[in-house]
């Protein structure tokens, strides 16, 4: 079954495409973004998916795009109040704080919607975020998501120190050789650096994951726009 995040590829292509090149009026825009949004929601339906995920993705890519467009030097910013997605399918005008609060409710199994909450995230929505100088919290929303949706798909975070450590009591006696009694300080030295790194290490893996996982939404977007007629 195609993903969720899969379906809204072309509506998230035309979102990109308009902010590297913010041109038209806001009814052509919007009249353009109706059309991604219904195929978007014919492809979630014909991909199987529930209507209410269908729906709560959607939210979150329409929160989005509303950010994008009014952040963006373009003629028609202005007009755009009036013609916030958010509003016409949701109506609502506060998606910003109703993002987060969304996402906060999202049961663990929903995964698939999870995964374009943070897609979004991962894009540069911030919402109520977005004018606070301490990123830290908006920083650990993106990672806590991440690991659920690792541990959803693979159970790497479960997984990371295992793999990421095959030595981690390390330096084993080689067979005959005779114990060492090891000086105290050096010792406890030891264990508080290897403590260390087994906390920051997963997390390293975590934030070059989230890297990762931006670079490649990008190119799949990247490659979907000279397809895409704006």
């Not at 079954?1 to 072309?10: A, E």
């Not at 009814?27 to 014909?46: F, P, Y």
């Not at 295992?162 to 030595?167: E, G, I, W």
């Not at 080689?174 to 508080?192: D, M, T, Y």
């Amino acid at each position: 079954m195609m993903r969720l995040l899969d379906c809204f590829i072309s509506l998230l292509a035309q979102i990109r495409q308009f902010q590297r090149q913010p041109v038209g009026d806001p009814a052509a825009l919007s009249a353009q973004l109706d059309a991604a949004i219904a195929q978007a929601r014919r492809a979630g339906q014909d991909a199987g998916h529930a209507d209410a995920d269908i729906e709560e993705a959607l939210f979150a890519v329409l929160a989005l795009a509303d950010e994008i467009i009014l952040a963006t030097d373009w003629l028609g910013r202005a007009e755009w109040q009036r013609r916030l997605l958010q509003r016409r399918y949701f109506s609502i005008t506060n998606a910003g704080v109703a993002f987060y609060t969304r996402l906060d409710a999202l049961d663990a199994a929903r995964s698939g919607v999870r995964e374009v909450y943070f897609l979004c995230l991962s894009l540069g929505f911030a919402g109520r975020y977005g004018y606070d100088r301490n990123q830290k919290a908006l920083t650990d929303i993106k990672r806590s998501n991440l690991e659920l949706l690792q541990q959803d798909e693979d159970g790497l975070p479960a997984e990371a120190g295992r793999l990421l450590f095959p030595d981690g009591y390390g330096a084993a006696l080689q067979p005959g050789e005779p114990e060492r009694k090891p000086v105290r300080s050096r010792r406890r030295w030891k264990l508080s650096s290897f403590a260390f790194n087994a906390m920051l290490l997963p997390l390293l893996v975590l934030v070059v994951l989230y890297g990762i996982y931006h670079v490649i939404i990008w190119q799949v977007v990247n490659t979907i726009l000279p397809q895409i007629s704006i």
